[in-house]
């Protein structure tokens, strides 16, 4: 009998370690894209399984730029499976908005499509607050666009952050937004285009604003890890936070996938590219892998890394994780 005793233990899954992470922006994963027109509840269930597997406790389930009634018809979608599934309701935390309020102009729309970028729009933000039940906790916004102060301290009234991303704003747009109530920058360094001037660009605008959280991408490609080490270090104690800004292709393998109507292509070197072989289109990093690598980056302690991919991130847009995965 030993022998099979043996065997069958062998054979048994490791038990996995209760769940730590908290990622604010994921826009698919294991092979499910959050942005398809159609996710079904045993495709959400298998992205939210996949995200389990890899240390996570809960997400910001994140929509990138559509038409408000197609994010309204994806939000009605999550909001079923939510219902259905307890394992989707832990797992999505919330939902994060990223577009169609954001700059069309090249460079900074990034993998975005422009045709839906328009100017941010109180009425449009309750319809989207009605299909996702309240579930929106984050807004990805560009504050250049007209109107975008009177929104911003609209939407920050009813409880949802702001983050400014996809923006060439100018010093006196990003005031106004911080006014308003803006407290997060999406992706600082990315969402821009590849050459700017020295000086006076987005990125050192908001880089240069205390008051902002500056969330970046630790993958080592969306930032080299000398920049990523140099952005840190212009911020106050306690104003940054990391994300994976992951895509279908997270916790897969070299492959096509697909953003909505793009598809993308994810290499052997892990790299998810825009059609033609230009841009970034999200990532392949999994919050595991993230908070490895924001500790090699930055020399910082695994402990460390592990509170800002955790407690830190949760305490800054207002979720509570499940209590062992509190650190
Ligand atoms: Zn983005």
């Given amino acids: 009998m030993a022998p099979l005793i043996f065997a069958?233990?062998?054979?048994?899954?490791?038990p996995l370690p209760p769940p730590r992470w908290f990622d604010f922006q994921v826009n698919g994963f294991a092979g499910v894209d959050f942005q398809a027109q159609h996710v079904s509840l045993a495709e959400l269930e298998r992205a939210v399984a996949g995200l389990r597997r890899h240390g996570v406790a809960a997400i910001f389930l994140t929509l990138i730029t559509d038409t408000i009634d197609e994010h309204c018809r994806r939000l009605e979608q999550f909001e079923k499976h939510r219902a259905a599934s307890p394992a989707c309701a832990q797992m999505i935390a919330g939902y994060h908005i990223e577009g169609p309020w954001l700059s069309p102009e090249a460079g900074y729309r990034g993998a975005h499509?422009?045709?839906?970028?328009?100017?941010?729009?109180?009425?449009?933000?309750?319809?989207?607050?009605?299909?996702?039940?309240?579930?929106?906790?984050?807004?990805?916004?560009?504050?250049?666009?007209?109107g975008s102060a009177e929104c911003i301290a609209a939407i920050t009234r009813a409880g949802v952050h702001i983050s400014l991303g996809h923006t060439n704003a100018s010093e006196a747009d990003i005031d106004a937004a911080i006014r308003a109530g803006a407290r997060f920058a999406t992706h600082v360094g990315n969402g821009a285009p590849l050459t700017l001037h020295r000086h006076d660009n987005i990125i050192q605008r908001l880089l240069a604003r205390d008051e902002l959280t500056a969330c970046f991408i630790p993958d080592g490609v969306h930032l080299p890890p000398f920049v990523l080490k140099n952005f840190v270090r212009t911020k106050p104690a306690g104003k940054v936070l990391f994300t994976t800004d992951a895509m279908a292709g997270a916790g897969c393998g070299p492959g096509r996938y697909r953003i909505g109507?793009?598809?993308?292509?994810?290499g052997t070197d892990g790299i998810a590219r825009q059609p033609g072989g230009g841009g970034f289109a999200g990532s392949t990093l999994t919050p595991d892998a993230g908070v490895q690598r924001t500790a090699n980056y930055l020399g910082l302690p695994l402990e460390t890394a592990a509170h800002l991919w955790s407690a830190a991130a949760a305490h800054a847009f207002g979720i509570t994780l499940p209590a062992h995965s509190n650190s």
Avoid: Y
């Fill in 8 to 14: 069958h233990r062998m054979n048994s899954p490791a």
């Fill in 261 to 266: 109507r793009f598809e993308i292509a994810v």
């Fill in 113 to 146: 499509p422009a045709e839906p970028m328009h100017a941010p729009s109180l009425a449009e933000f309750e319809r989207l607050q009605a299909a996702a039940r309240g579930q929106i906790r984050l807004i990805t916004l560009a504050p250049e666009w007209p």
